[in-house]
T-cell receptor, first 111, second 116 residues
Framework: DTAVSQTPKYLVTQMGNDKSIKCEQN?????MYWYKQDSKKFLKIMFS???????INETVPNRFSPKSPDKAHLNLHINSLELGDSAVYFC??????????FGPGTRLTVL | AQTVTQSQPEMSVQEAETVTLSCTYD???????LFWYKQPPSRQMILVIR??????QNATENRFSVNFQKAAKSFSLKISDSQLGDAAMYFC?????????????FGKGTLLTVNP
């Protein structure tokens, strides 16, 4: 059974479009995260939610809007996509101080 | 703010030999966790090993062990008996143990090549 799943795994789109990435975890964790991995492989936190409440927002442009309909889901919506948004986006989940389990990543390419 | 530094962008090792990947970090906190994650070409992030700062004993997981030097803020990963499947990008990461900020702060990674 997949612990943390993301859809889609690949996303190719044009500049200016709006797109969403979905994340679901079946581990019963309270906390979920979005990380961005740039072209140089650098990983950085974007958002963190705990029990559907936003805990961390690391100076991410407001074109990025996370939504957590319930504890098991944390979706990422991106408006007006730009070339610089091309990256791999990872969802992760954990119990409060437990190990973070990562999803398989979504490779976003903006043309 | 915490920072994590991996000074070796690339390393290589012969199969069956031992390699050590370096990591240093900067923090004013006394209570925290350190991790090594592996990212193979499949891009899946895999936890290799975890160290709690309050524990003096170095963590080990089979062929993987760490050398945790809290005063020096150093956290190196030793891979013994290297295997071809160990080839991957390795990331050192820091996480606070206090408050509600449980984000991982990553280093820039070390690309490990294993030569047959």
């Amino acid at each position: 059974d997949t612990a943390v799943s993301q859809t889609p795994k690949y996303l190719v789109t044009q500049m200016g479009n709006d797109k969403s990435i979905k994340c679901e975890q079946n581990l019963g964790h309270d906390t979920m995260y979005w990380y961005k991995q740039d072209s140089k492989k650098f990983l950085k936190i974007m958002f963190s939610y705990n029990n559907k409440e936003l805990i961390i927002n690391e100076t991410v442009p407001n074109r990025f809007s996370p939504k957590s309909p319930d504890k098991a889901h944390l979706n990422l919506h991106i408006n007006s996509l730009e070339l610089g948004d091309s990256a791999v986006y990872f969802c992760a989940s954990s119990q409060v101080l437990g190990e973070q389990f990562f999803g398989p990543g979504t490779r976003l390419t903006v043309l | 703010a915490q920072t994590v530094t991996q000074s070796q962008p690339e390393m290589s090792v012969q199969e069956a030999e031992t390699v050590t990947l370096s990591c240093t970090y900067d923090t004013s906190e006394s209570d925290y966790y350190l991790f090594w994650y592996k990212q193979p070409p499949s891009r899946q992030m895999i936890l290799v090993i975890r160290q709690e700062a309050y524990k003096q004993q170095n963590a080990t997981e089979n062929r993987f062990s760490v050398n945790f030097q809290k005063a020096a803020k150093s956290f190196s990963l030793k891979i013994s008996d290297s295997q071809l499947g160990d080839a991957a990008m390795y990331f050192c990461a820091y996480r606070s143990a206090r408050g509600s900020n449980y984000k991982l702060t990553f280093g820039k990674g070390t690309l490990l090549t294993v030569n047959p």
